[in-house]
């Protein structure tokens, strides 16, 4: 179950999962094995590959990615779908016994340097939280609106603002001061959000 406002989805935790962004994976995964055909028909450039990928499959999985509070499972989650994905698009199979890493390779030698996945919805989140730290409305004041009563005791869920502090290395009071300056949030987005070190599995 899910709250809508302005298009966002609210996080709703299940079995420590983020119940939005398993599910969207899912959907994705979905879609992926739907096209299966053009993804098998080497007759297809692929550039255009590409391009159906971004649209017919990422489109839909990065819908509302804004909303989401990331934790180091569902991170690992979305680089296993982002490769399930790169292989499709280069026709490796698991059984090739070929590394993730040498996939990696594979791809930049192929269509060259690309953002991945993770980087892309770190991104999106902290523009949308630059933007709504600059705005006056509804979702600013939702955003930094305080709840009377405090956490309960033990372990705590992750929230999503929490994310900003692990992303940026500021403080949540120092991170909201800067992102209300627009271009030095801008620059502070591009170096922040990248995607962390991955196995070569």
Same mark, same amino acid.
């Given at each position: 179950m899910t709250n809508?406002?302005?298009?966002f989805s609210t996080d709703i935790r299940v079995n420590g999962e983020k119940l939005v962004c398993v599910t969207r994976i899912a959907q994705t995964t979905a879609a992926l094995a739907k096209l299966k055909t053009i993804w098998n028909d080497r007759n297809v450039a692929l550039s255009s590959h590409i391009k159906l990928m971004r649209s017919l499959v990422m489109s839909i999985f990065l819908y509302a990615c804004e909303s989401?509070?990331?934790t180091a499972d569902t991170e690992r989650r979305i680089l296993a779908m982002e490769m399930r994905c790169v292989?499709?698009?280069l026709g490796i199979t698991y059984r090739d016994h070929?590394?993730?890493e040498e996939v990696r390779n594979r791809t930049r030698q192929a269509i060259g340097p690309n953002k991945d996945l993770l980087t892309t919805v770190k991104r999106r989140k902290l523009k949308w939280y630059?933007?709504?730290t600059r705005s006056s409305g509804?979702?600013?004041?939702?955003?930094?609106g305080t709840v009377q009563g405090g956490r309960?005791?033990? +372990?705590?869920?992750? =929230?999503?603002?929490d994310n900003i502090p692990e992303w940026t290395g500021m403080t949540l009071g120092a991170a909201m001061r800067k992102?209300?300056? +627009?271009?030095?949030? =801008?620059?502070?987005?591009?170096?922040?959000s990248v995607a962390p070190q991955r196995s070569t599995g």
């Open positions: 809508n406002t302005n298009g989401w509070t990331l292989r499709k698009l070929i590394s993730n630059g933007h709504v509804l979702a600013k004041t939702i955003l930094q309960r005791r033990g +372990r705590q869920n992750k =929230r999503w603002e992102a209300e300056r +627009r271009e030095e949030w =801008r620059e502070l987005v591009a170096r922040s």
